[in-house]
Protein backbone atom coordinates (compact mmCIF):
# COMPACT_ATOMS: atom_id res chain seq x y z
CA UNK A 1 0.00 0.00 0.00
CA UNK A 2 2.65 2.07 1.20
CA UNK A 3 4.39 1.86 -2.26
CA UNK A 4 1.01 2.54 -4.46
CA UNK A 5 0.76 5.69 -2.48
CA UNK A 6 4.12 6.99 -3.51
CA UNK A 7 3.24 6.40 -7.16
CA UNK A 8 0.84 8.85 -6.80
CA UNK A 9 3.06 11.44 -5.64
CA UNK A 10 4.02 14.16 -8.28
CA UNK A 11 4.98 12.40 -10.76
CA UNK A 12 2.24 9.75 -11.32
CA UNK A 13 -0.97 11.03 -12.54
CA UNK A 14 -3.35 7.28 -12.62
CA UNK A 15 -2.60 4.17 -10.79
CA UNK A 16 -5.24 1.08 -11.51
CA UNK A 17 -5.84 -1.91 -9.58
CA UNK A 18 -6.48 -5.45 -10.52
CA UNK A 19 -10.35 -6.14 -9.17
CA UNK A 20 -9.17 -9.96 -9.63
CA UNK A 21 -6.54 -9.80 -6.75
CA UNK A 22 -7.17 -10.37 -3.02
CA UNK A 23 -8.01 -6.83 -1.52
CA UNK A 24 -7.63 -4.94 -4.43
CA UNK A 25 -11.23 -3.75 -4.20
CA UNK A 26 -10.40 -2.26 -0.89
CA UNK A 27 -7.06 -0.72 -2.47
CA UNK A 28 -8.79 0.85 -5.01
CA UNK A 29 -10.98 2.53 -2.80
CA UNK A 30 -8.49 3.59 -0.05
CA UNK A 31 -6.67 4.93 -2.62
CA UNK A 32 -9.49 6.77 -3.35
CA UNK A 33 -10.32 8.40 -0.41
CA UNK A 34 -6.47 9.67 -0.23
CA UNK A 35 -5.78 10.48 -3.54
CA UNK A 36 -4.65 14.31 -4.34
CA UNK A 37 -6.95 16.12 -6.77
CA UNK A 38 -6.28 15.58 -10.35
CA UNK A 39 -5.50 11.78 -9.71
CA UNK A 40 -7.38 9.09 -10.96
CA UNK A 41 -7.31 5.63 -9.49
CA UNK A 42 -8.68 2.93 -12.08
CA UNK A 43 -9.37 -0.94 -12.03
CA UNK A 44 -7.49 -3.11 -14.69
CA UNK A 45 -7.95 -6.26 -15.73
CA UNK A 46 -11.90 -6.12 -16.16
CA UNK A 47 -13.35 -8.59 -18.04
CA UNK A 48 -17.54 -8.79 -17.08
CA UNK A 49 -20.08 -6.55 -15.95
CA UNK A 50 -19.27 -8.05 -12.47
CA UNK A 51 -16.04 -6.55 -12.56
CA UNK A 52 -17.31 -3.57 -13.99
CA UNK A 53 -19.47 -2.99 -11.36
CA UNK A 54 -17.48 -4.18 -9.01
CA UNK A 55 -14.36 -1.54 -9.66
CA UNK A 56 -17.17 1.45 -10.03
CA UNK A 57 -18.81 0.56 -6.43
CA UNK A 58 -15.06 0.79 -5.18
CA UNK A 59 -14.79 4.27 -6.40
CA UNK A 60 -12.60 3.72 -9.88
CA UNK A 61 -12.60 6.40 -12.16
CA UNK A 62 -11.27 4.32 -15.22
CA UNK A 63 -11.67 0.88 -16.54
CA UNK A 64 -8.93 -1.09 -18.19
CA UNK A 65 -9.59 -4.06 -19.83
CA UNK A 66 -7.19 -7.00 -21.57
CA UNK A 67 -9.70 -8.12 -24.29
CA UNK A 68 -13.08 -6.57 -25.85
CA UNK A 69 -16.11 -7.22 -24.15
CA UNK A 70 -18.71 -5.32 -25.63
CA UNK A 71 -21.02 -5.23 -22.58
CA UNK A 72 -18.11 -3.51 -20.22
CA UNK A 73 -17.96 -0.95 -23.17
CA UNK A 74 -21.32 -0.30 -23.43
CA UNK A 75 -21.52 -0.09 -19.08
CA UNK A 76 -18.85 2.42 -19.16
CA UNK A 77 -20.56 4.36 -21.68
CA UNK A 78 -23.62 4.78 -20.16
CA UNK A 79 -22.00 5.68 -16.83
CA UNK A 80 -19.68 8.40 -18.48
CA UNK A 81 -16.63 6.19 -17.13
CA UNK A 82 -13.73 6.30 -19.64
CA UNK A 83 -12.69 2.84 -20.43
CA UNK A 84 -9.16 1.42 -22.36
CA UNK A 85 -10.28 -1.42 -24.02
CA UNK A 86 -7.97 -3.90 -25.55
CA UNK A 87 -7.89 -5.06 -28.89
CA UNK A 88 -5.22 -6.43 -31.02
CA UNK A 89 -6.63 -7.13 -34.42
CA UNK A 90 -7.82 -4.25 -36.75
CA UNK A 91 -11.11 -5.98 -36.49
CA UNK A 92 -11.08 -5.45 -32.98
CA UNK A 93 -9.60 -2.37 -32.55
CA UNK A 94 -12.35 -0.84 -34.84
CA UNK A 95 -15.31 -2.62 -33.10
CA UNK A 96 -13.97 -1.75 -29.51
CA UNK A 97 -13.90 1.89 -31.15
CA UNK A 98 -17.51 1.73 -32.98
CA UNK A 99 -18.85 0.74 -29.27
CA UNK A 100 -17.69 3.84 -27.66
CA UNK A 101 -14.09 2.85 -25.90
CA UNK A 102 -12.14 6.09 -25.39
CA UNK A 103 -8.72 4.62 -25.74
CA UNK A 104 -7.46 1.53 -27.30
CA UNK A 105 -4.82 -1.07 -25.36
CA UNK A 106 -3.04 -2.49 -28.21
CA UNK A 107 -1.10 -5.73 -26.51
CA UNK A 108 1.37 -7.57 -26.74
CA UNK A 109 2.79 -4.00 -28.37
CA UNK A 110 6.02 -5.07 -27.93
CA UNK A 111 5.57 -8.09 -30.13
CA UNK A 112 3.99 -6.80 -32.62
CA UNK A 113 5.74 -3.07 -33.31
CA UNK A 114 5.19 0.68 -34.07
CA UNK A 115 4.87 -0.71 -37.64
CA UNK A 116 1.81 -2.71 -36.72
CA UNK A 117 0.31 0.07 -35.38
CA UNK A 118 1.14 2.61 -38.15
CA UNK A 119 -0.07 0.23 -40.28
CA UNK A 120 -3.67 -0.59 -38.28
CA UNK A 121 -4.23 3.12 -38.26
CA UNK A 122 -3.21 4.03 -42.06
CA UNK A 123 -7.10 3.25 -43.10
CA UNK A 124 -8.23 4.47 -39.68
CA UNK A 125 -6.52 7.27 -38.34
CA UNK A 126 -9.21 8.13 -35.71
CA UNK A 127 -8.78 5.27 -33.47
CA UNK A 128 -6.63 6.18 -30.36
CA UNK A 129 -4.39 3.50 -29.34
CA UNK A 130 -2.58 3.35 -26.61
CA UNK A 131 0.75 0.52 -26.84
CA UNK A 132 0.72 -2.01 -23.85
CA UNK A 133 3.51 -4.25 -23.52
CA UNK A 134 7.47 -3.64 -24.45
CA UNK A 135 7.22 0.15 -24.05
CA UNK A 136 11.15 1.75 -23.15
CA UNK A 137 12.76 4.69 -23.27
CA UNK A 138 14.50 3.35 -26.38
CA UNK A 139 11.45 3.21 -28.43
CA UNK A 140 8.83 5.72 -27.05
CA UNK A 141 9.92 7.95 -30.10
CA UNK A 142 9.12 5.28 -32.19
CA UNK A 143 5.49 4.34 -31.13
CA UNK A 144 4.74 8.59 -30.66
CA UNK A 145 5.75 8.69 -34.10
CA UNK A 146 3.57 5.45 -35.77
CA UNK A 147 0.13 7.31 -34.01
CA UNK A 148 0.13 6.43 -30.67
CA UNK A 149 -2.34 8.51 -28.59
CA UNK A 150 -0.36 7.65 -25.22
CA UNK A 151 2.03 4.72 -23.94
CA UNK A 152 1.59 2.34 -21.02
CA UNK A 153 4.63 1.61 -19.05
CA UNK A 154 5.16 -0.97 -16.59
CA UNK A 155 7.71 -3.03 -16.45
CA UNK A 156 10.29 -0.93 -18.18
CA UNK A 157 9.15 2.33 -15.27
CA UNK A 158 8.49 0.08 -12.19
CA UNK A 159 10.93 -2.53 -12.48
CA UNK A 160 10.91 -5.44 -10.27
CA UNK A 161 14.21 -5.44 -9.01
CA UNK A 162 13.54 -1.47 -7.74
CA UNK A 163 10.38 -2.74 -5.74
CA UNK A 164 12.07 -5.70 -4.05
CA UNK A 165 14.78 -3.39 -2.82
CA UNK A 166 11.89 -0.58 -1.67
CA UNK A 167 13.93 1.57 -3.91
CA UNK A 168 11.10 4.50 -4.90
CA UNK A 169 13.52 7.55 -5.08
CA UNK A 170 15.36 5.37 -8.09
CA UNK A 171 11.67 4.64 -9.76
CA UNK A 172 10.95 7.95 -9.00
CA UNK A 173 13.58 8.83 -11.16
CA UNK A 174 13.30 6.74 -14.07
CA UNK A 175 9.33 7.57 -14.10
CA UNK A 176 10.73 11.42 -14.76
CA UNK A 177 13.10 10.46 -17.51
CA UNK A 178 10.05 8.72 -18.98
CA UNK A 179 7.89 12.14 -18.68
CA UNK A 180 10.50 14.50 -19.60
CA UNK A 181 11.14 11.76 -22.92
CA UNK A 182 7.47 12.23 -23.37
CA UNK A 183 7.52 15.58 -23.29
CA UNK A 184 10.29 15.75 -26.05
CA UNK A 185 8.46 13.52 -28.28
CA UNK A 186 5.56 15.65 -28.33
CA UNK A 187 7.65 19.02 -28.96
CA UNK A 188 9.27 17.27 -31.44
CA UNK A 189 5.88 16.36 -33.59
CA UNK A 190 5.05 19.84 -32.79
CA UNK A 191 7.25 21.59 -34.05
CA UNK A 192 7.52 19.08 -37.25
CA UNK A 193 3.64 19.80 -37.88
CA UNK A 194 4.01 23.03 -37.44
CA UNK A 195 2.06 24.00 -34.16
Known amino acids: MEGAQRHT ?112 RAPMPELRVVPTGGISLENLDEWFDAGAAALAIGNALVAQALADRDNWKEMAEVAAQFVEAARRAAQQRATQSGT
Open 9 to 120: RGWRSSRRGNPHHPGALDIISNHRRKAKSGVLIGAGSVRTVSDAYAALGSGSDFLVTPTFNPEVVALSVAAEIPVMCGACTPTELDAANRAGANYLKLFPAGRLGPDYLRDV
